[in-house]
């Protein structure tokens, strides 16, 4: 099991550029706080549910294909349901309520597509890009579901029901992509065409927002905070390595026979926080700023973290 360099390097410097790019237009003033929590809308509720639904539909069907793809949606599902539970224990004595909700959803969801893909690509080759599609699926209803719960309670105006958790515009995505890739229905190309374009919107509108409520504080809040030193540790280390020991002593890794099960759960779970929970916390006012530092440094420090937990990992597996 190998991880390169080359392969975590290149992706960083991209995410880099495009947190400094909303970082630069946000102290141009290119865009204020309106713009900023437009796009995040913009991001969450149209390009996302189409990259939703494209990255299921496009996938290639099989009854093994789509056998073992349920088997890593479900472990997908259970994972992200694990350290939901390990952040809201972890972190039940922290005593402001907006930052623990930050660390709770940074620590449960991870960057596992745009991050996440390079890395599976290199271990596995285009296998792995087909599991990884369906562990997004376990994230995206994850993060509709309890994200939203846990982003939104408390908020003045904020309506927590079961219907608004089950349906929205991440958990009907996943549906409708899940449903024409089991039936098998054809889509035009235009339509798929469509739907690539608005879902590549993504990342970079999502990058843009953070670096925008970056430029809002002083840059020493992002590198001389002890706190996110001591959470990274935790989330980007310390708990992939303590999966890494449960997913080995569980002897789950040949369950799936062409990929090793238990190596692709331990890097996905060594991912950086994920770009959503800039995005959530900026549409519902949880210190979107001190999300957006969390996020920025967590992409900075991953690529060395997640070598050096592969690496570990090697002597697990």
Known sequence: MTVGIGALIPTALC???LIVT???ARKLRLVDDTVTKGLSVIVAKVAQPFLIIYSIVKLDY????LKNGLI?????ILL???MALVGMLVFSRVRDIDEKKIYVFALTFCNCAFVGFPI???LFGQIGLFYGAFYVVSYNIGAWSFGVWLMSRGKQGARVTARRILVNAGTVPCAIGLLLYVLQIPLPDFLMTAMNTLGSLCTPLSLIVTGSLIAAMPLKHLFFNGK???YLSLKLV??????????RVCGIGALIGDIHLGIFLTVMTALPPAALTTLFANIHDVKPSYAAQLVSLGTFLSPMTILLVMKLSELIF
């Open 15 to 17: 995410l880099f550029l």
């Open 22 to 24: 909303g970082f630069s």
């Open 62 to 65: 099989s009854a093994l294909n």
């Open 72 to 76: 890593v949606l479900g472990f997908g």
């Open 80 to 82: 992200h349901a694990l």
């Open 120 to 122: 599976i690509e290199s």
């Open 228 to 230: 996110f030193y001591a």
């Open 238 to 247: 310390a708990l992939p390595l303590a999966c890494a020991c449960l997913f």
